[in-house]
């Protein structure tokens, strides 16, 4: 399909109305206005607001998919570490 035949699918070849028109400026002068009021993404707060950081979370442990790539790989779920044997809390 050239441009020409796209453009007329599209409806390029018919006029807009006055409705149309007012209606795509309102939305535009109301997208603005609003842009205009809305709170500054920056006072937000600071890095030390986030509840991880707080906590000390800061991504996903060294092992963390250790589990799961064992059973996609065949591995039978008894045959995997408990938590007192891996380390981890009970």
């Known amino acids: 399909m050239n441009d020409k035949q796209r453009d007329l699918d599209l409806g390029m070849d018919r006029a807009i109305s006055r409705r149309d028109f007012l209606d795509g400026v309102a939305v535009t002068v109301g997208g603005a206005v ?8 920056s006072a937000q707060g600071t890095a ?15 092992n963390v998919y250790k589990v799961a790539h064992a059973l996609r790989d065949g591995k039978k779920w008894d045959s995997l570490a408990t938590a007192d044997e891996s380390g981890g809390n009970v």
């Not at 609003?34 to 993404?41: E, G, Q, T, Y």
């Not at 030390?48 to 060294?62: C, I, N, Q």
Request: hydrophobic fraction near 30%; aromatic fraction near 4%; glycine fraction near 8%.
């Open 34 to 41: 609003l842009a205009m009021h809305a709170p500054d993404a």
């Open 48 to 62: 030390s607001d986030y509840p991880p950081a707080k906590t000390g979370l800061r991504g996903d442990e060294p």
